[in-house]
């Protein structure tokens, strides 16, 4: 059974499930561009699974951004899953690649992507540089929880970036969800001191925090983020519950760098994935799980409020592979029907 028929069987009547497919596959249309055009190469001119392509499509991999290490990888499980299935035909790799790619970032661990929640108040702390679209993240996020009944309060904890509390107020407003905000330039252990305390007397479900972007001095940042989760913790023991740290997909292996930084001052428990939509490298996907051991709990896939997905690595594979697989499993259809 293909690839994406084993997809499509495990959410067959889930339309929710359905749609955020589709999500994946509309997101990833400038990366699949990219590696469909180049493997759909790759299977024209080799119709024979030999050395030479498994060459060719290292170097497909390694210009999405997949990572090297995961590539090598990949490579390695996939020559001894040809040889193990005899394929020799180069129109049936991909389905191979696919569940390979799932199994690699899956790495045994179950559920690696959900979020963690407490019995009374979930704190999520949110980290980032400027620009990487961690606002507006925070907001989409908000937007999610309160659509699955959850009540939610945000905390402006980047009191250090011009504009920033308006912005945080400016999207609280739009989702319709309270935001607790001091003056620029004020403590920001104070702001989440504020915020923890209103969330305790409202009987709040979720508290997002946000905090400043800067990493010019990591020194200044690892202080900070210590002194917020030090009142943080202070006021719920074991919170917060989710550091969620937001990177712009756009910006590739620079990403990566951006998440090691900020994995040696704080507890990053999960990524958040900016911009997937609008990057060709939607490989960084795979490099950031496998590299730096993090799971990505989420996905921007467009503009829109409901595209910020969970993530899902059988859906993210195939909004990679969509077209390849689509017709894979025609061919497989075809050859069932005869």
Not at 57 to 75: H, I, N, R, S
Not at 93 to 121: R, T, W
Not at 186 to 206: C, F, I, L, Q
Request: aromatic content about 6%; glycine content about 8%.
């Amino acid at each position: 059974m293909s690839f994406f028929k084993k997809l499509k069987d495990k959410f067959a009547g889930n339309q929710e499930a359905e749609q955020s497919t589709e999500k994946y596959k509309e997101g990833l249309t400038k990366t699949r561009t990219g590696f469909t055009s180049k493997i759909n190469d790759l299977v024209a001119r080799y119709r024979k699974v030999d050395e030479d392509f498994f060459e060719e499509l290292e170097e497909v991999l390694l210009q999405a951004d997949v990572g090297f290490e995961t590539v090598m990888e990949l490579m390695d499980q996939l020559r001894f899953e040809v040889q193990r299935k005899n394929v020799k035909d180069t129109s049936n790799v991909q389905s191979v690649i696919s569940e390979k790619l799932v199994e690699i970032y899956e790495a045994g661990e179950a559920e690696v992507n959900e979020l963690k929640f407490n019995d009374e108040l979930t704190v999520i702390l949110f980290v980032g540089v400027n620009g990487v679209g961690k606002t507006t993240s925070i907001a989409k996020l908000a937007h999610r929880l309160k659509n699955e009944g959850k009540s939610v309060l945000l905390a402006a904890g980047d009191t250090f970036r011009a504009g920033a509390i308006e912005q945080l107020d400016i999207w609280g407003k739009r989702v319709g969800v309270d935001v607790i905000k001091q003056s620029e330039g004020s403590d920001p252990a104070a702001v989440m001191y504020d915020a923890v305390r209103a969330a305790k007397s409202r009987n709040v479900d979720v508290l997002i925090c946000d905090t400043a972007g800067r990493l010019q001095n990591k020194v200044n940042l690892m202080n900070e983020l210590e002194k917020v989760h030090r009142v943080i913790s202070r006021e719920i023991p074991g919170a917060p519950h989710e550091v969620l740290l937001a990177l712009d997909a756009t910006t590739g292996q620079n990403a990566l760098i951006q998440a090691q930084t900020f994995k040696e001052v704080t507890n990053v428990t999960g990524i958040v994935l900016t911009k997937l939509d609008g990057t060709a490298k939607g490989g960084i996907v795979l490099a950031i799980r496998n590299k730096l051991k993090i799971p990505v709990k989420f996905v921007g896939l467009g503009e829109q409020m409901d595209d910020l997905q969970p993530f899902d690595a059988q859906k993210y594979v195939y909004g990679l592979f969509a077209e390849g697989l689509d017709k894979e499993e025609e061919l497989e259809n075809a050859e069932t029907d005869k």
